[in-house]
């Protein structure tokens, strides 16, 4: 216990400014992004733009993997002008980026004003993470990254559930919260951050980037790496439907009412402050469990595999992954989230991070850095794949819209096309009188008829595909070749 009291006091005073920003600024990011799906793909009627599923899909799917691509120019403007002024810039950004979100309405005006934000966020995730790495050393690094790992699940958690509540009164409130919660940053950054020592690049910043361009490009020449790195793939895209699809999924399939009764019993309180006044549990409020559980239990998990080769982690965890995400669909009783949330997050948690260890690993000793900024490539294009599978893919086997549209079609029922002025609420309301059957009847009607459940079969796969080729990729190739596993 002195140990880690004397490792605590030798972080300096950036170390924890860092970390308190990174909380903030993940409050704001999942506090918007868990809600994101919902707000776009929403009933106009609530406040919601009403876009397609595969609007949907493209926009966030394109959005976040140009985020993740972004790092490569935003470092290289971080060296150059200094952490301070970057985060400030980054600030300035988010800030007013989030309160615009609230204000467009149209699919160009919302898809414009989110790579906004990206273009903030990429400014903000170079800069935090190299502070954290200058202001620990061998002693104090193990813990400095844990403390920095802890700091983006409480965001993380804490963010979906303030946005829960106030997207109830106005979802402009929403984005109005993340716009604040960054602006507590600016305090930070002005009054308590303090730049870290590095070396100044007098470089062109066109020169800089250029360099940093060429040198991917020559370590995506190590076939091994490259193919490690499209494999992952796989596993992001999976892993991101917990954001782009789950919320969706639960909001037009699953029963949550059954959820709120159970508080209510133990708690009127508790069903109170978690429930809304339908009765009901917001969707949000069930995906939020997986940050939970990683605040819990990450650390637990963590401990048991860290006797295992990374590889033999990833292989086992991405596998548990695949069985938690397909029981997340299988059925409409919202307790089954409950426990499929948590085999789901036991498999990210065993897996996630032992990827950038692998990377670390198999690295040159020279080339660490150049390995490791290369992470960010499989977590773009599974964003952008993850895009694909929540839009069009979702809407053909599962959105809920979509099928209705299909059995209103195959009925003849004479009913208004989905606009601005007749909206998907009103949709389902014509369409439930016109079948005779009240609204939930009509949701297990076509539960039963057209399966949106199978949609557990694409990400599952997906996810078991990548376990087994990953397993092909170790006993076959590395292991003739006698690479690090």
Request: aromatic share 16%.
């Amino acid at each position: 216990m002195s140990r880690i009291s004397s490792v605590f006091r030798k972080f300096p005073g950036s170390f924890w400014s860092a970390n308190t920003m990174e909380l903030f600024e993940r409050w704001a990011w999942y506090g918007m992004f868990m809600v994101f799906a919902l707000y776009l793909t929403g009933s106009r009627d609530t406040g919601a733009l009403g876009f397609t599923q595969s609007q949907k899909g493209i926009l966030i799917g394109t959005v976040v993997m140009i985020l993740y691509f972004l790092p490569v120019i935003t470092g290289a403007i971080a060296d150059k002008f200094g952490y301070k002024k970057t985060l400030i810039l980054s600030f300035i950004i988010l800030f007013t980026g989030y309160y615009m979100m609230g204000q467009f309405s149209s699919y160009t005006g919302m898809f414009m004003i989110f790579l906004y934000l990206a273009l903030g966020a990429a400014l903000f995730k170079p800069v935090i993470s190299a502070t954290i790495a200058k202001t620990t050393d061998d002693e104090t690094s193990s813990i400095g990254f844990g403390i920095f790992y802890m700091m983006v699940n409480i965001g993380a958690f804490i963010g979906p559930i303030f946005a829960s509540k106030l997207r109830v009164f106005d979802w402009n409130y929403v984005f109005i919260m993340s716009s604040l919660v960054i602006a507590v940053n600016f305090i930070i950054v002005l009054l308590f951050f303090k730049e870290p020592d590095r070396v100044k690049n007098t470089e062109p910043l066109g020169k800089s980037i250029g360099v940093i361009l060429k040198n991917i490009i020559m370590t995506l020449g190590d076939l091994k790496f490259l193919v490690f790195l499209l494999i992952i793939v796989g596993f992001w895209a999976m892993y991101n439907q917990l954001f782009y699809t789950l919320p969706v999924f639960i909001e037009q399939w699953v029963d949550t009412t059954s959820i709120y009764n159970a508080l209510h019993f133990l708690s009127p309180k508790l069903a109170g402050a978690i429930g809304t006044s339908e009765g009901t549990i917001a969707p949000e409020m069930i995906t939020n469990i997986d940050a939970l559980y990683i605040v819990l239990f990450q650390i637990l998990v963590s401990s048991f595999v860290m006797k295992y080769k990374p590889l033999n982690a990833m292989i086992s965890g991405i596998f548990v992954a695949s069985v938690g995400i397909g029981l997340w669909f299988i059925t409409q009783n919202g307790f089954y989230l409950f426990l499929s949330l948590l085999i789901f997050g036991l498999g990210e948690m065993a897996s996630s991070p032992k990827i950038t260890e692998y990377i670390g690993k198999i690295a040159p000793k020279d080339k660490v850095a150049l390995y490791m900024g290369c992470s960010f490539l499989p977590m773009a294009g599974g964003n952008f794949l993850a895009g694909i599978l929540s839009g069009n893919v979702y809407s053909a086997i599962a959105d809920k819209i979509t099928l209705l549209q299909k059995e209103v079609a195959l009925r003849g029922l004479n009913i208004p096309e989905i606009s601005e002025h007749f909206t998907q609420n009103d949709y389902i309301h014509r369409a439930s009188q016109l079948m005779g059957m009240d609204e939930q009847t009509l949701t297990n009607y076509l539960w039963d008829t057209y399966h949106p459940s199978n949609i557990w079969i694409v990400f599952s796969g997906i996810g078991l595909g990548t376990v087994i080729i990953l397993f092909l990729y170790d006993r076959l190739w590395l292991k003739s070749a006698k690479t690090p596993s």
